[in-house]
């Protein structure tokens, strides 16, 4: 079955970078656009980055927007999200999805990434 799995979350100082990675199984996904969000306790789902299905076109809310780098491999069904210059603000849970108007909508179960001194 379709499956994301997101991994590379973890504690980090202030100032300091992480890699998510978002391994796609069960389906195309080098037809599928990709986003990731992020969420935080008592607070909605709010988008991070996307990138469309064959990387030609970014998107990045802006406040990420020069600390995050969002891309994908699509030969190894691979999605990524680069994040430099972390701030305690970003301090959540990251969430990858992978949607297709046409045939489907997934979202993997979440990595937490934690930015502290």
């Known amino acids: 079955q379709a499956q994301l799995v997101e991994t590379g979350g973890g504690l980090v100082q202030p100032g300091g970078s992480l890699t998510l990675s978002c391994a796609a199984s069960?389906?195309?996904?080098?037809?599928?656009?990709m986003k990731w969000s992020r969420q935080t306790p008592g607070k909605e789902r709010e988008l991070v980055a996307y990138?469309?299905?064959?990387?030609?076109?970014?998107f990045y809310a802006d406040f990420v927007k020069g600390r995050f780098t969002i891309s994908r491999d699509n030969a190894v069904n691979m999605g990524y999200l680069q994040m430099n210059n972390l701030k305690p603000e970003d301090t959540a849970m990251y969430y990858c999805?992978?949607?297709?108007?046409?045939?489907?909508?997934?979202w993997g179960q979440g990595t937490q990434v934690t930015v502290s001194s």
């Open positions: 990138i469309s299905s064959t990387g030609g076109s970014t």
């Open positions: 999805n992978a949607n297709s108007e046409d045939a489907g909508n997934y």
């Open positions: 069960g389906f195309p996904f080098s037809y599928y656009a």
